[in-house]
């Protein structure tokens, strides 16, 4: 797929509506798309999405269920036009499927199913403590390969393992990267991460930042400094 043209994708992550629409507005035109996750949707729905923005957004709901459950919530949320839609690949072959599948019995556009490996905020330790015994490397290209195999359009993954999943897979699926800081940033609860461009330069196509940007006294001068660093690199 061709590369967008600007790679940042922003992380809307408050419960508060007002603070969304001004973060919104301030970051129209400097980041390539808007995410909406767990938090805001929670607390504001399908109807606060709408009024956040009128663009298509990435809906990161991270849905892991039953396949019946999940292909239900895909159903219900496909009205909203996202672009994007995060599903846990540990749901297995059966409930991406079932994803995919509702996803396509609409008809029409309908959202990149992204299926979300390891998370970026756990370790090697605390992937153990689980009871996935293989590093974070190891699990993620397993569970990125069954999902491509099930109907996933696509992968979230940390930016350590682009690179060696663009060697696995090749260029076509998509790599949602969240874990970004840029050089000094605080890295709080993420655990595997790496700056804007050394993801870039590996091999994602989007970058997911959350806080180094909406933390700024200036949110849009932050993704503006950011984009402006990738394009010189
Ligand atoms: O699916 C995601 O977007 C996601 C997956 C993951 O493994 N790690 C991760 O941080 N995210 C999301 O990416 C954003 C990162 O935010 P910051 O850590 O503030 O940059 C948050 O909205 C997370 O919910």
Not at 111 to 120: I, M, N, S
Not at 170 to 184: D, N
Not at 194 to 221: C, K, M, N, S
């Amino acid at each position: 797929m061709t590369k967008p043209a600007n790679p940042i994708i922003a992380a809307i992550d408050t419960t508060d509506l007002s603070t969304a629409m001004r973060w919104s507005q301030q970051l129209n035109g400097q980041v390539g798309m808007l995410k909406l996750g767990l938090a805001f949707y929670l607390a504001h729905g399908a109807a606060g999405v709408r009024q956040v923005t009128e663009k298509p957004v990435f809906l990161d709901l991270k849905l892991h269920d039953i396949p019946n459950t999940v292909a239900g919530g895909v159903t219900a949320v496909l009205s909203l036009g996202a672009a994007m839609l995060t599903l846990h690949a540990g749901g297995g072959t059966a409930m991406i499927a079932a994803a995919r599948n509702a996803a396509e019995t609409a008809g029409g556009a309908r959202p990149k199913l992204l299926a979300v490996t390891v998370l970026t905020s756990l370790s090697a330790e605390a992937l153990a403590e689980t009871g996935v015994a293989d590093n974070p490397s190891q699990q993620v290209l397993r569970l990125a390969k069954l999902a491509l195999k099930s109907g996933a359009d696509g992968l979230v993954c940390s930016p350590l393992e682009v690179a060696m999943l663009r060697a696995e897979i090749g260029p076509e699926p998509l790599l949602v990267v969240p874990g970004i800081r840029p050089a000094g940033a605080a890295v709080g609860d993420q655990a595997r991460t790496l700056t804007p461009r050394e993801a870039i330069g590996a091999g994602a196509d989007w970058l997911v930042i959350g806080r180094p940007i909406t933390g700024a006294a200036d949110p849009a001068q932050a993704a503006a400094a950011i984009a402006a660093d990738l394009e010189q690199g």
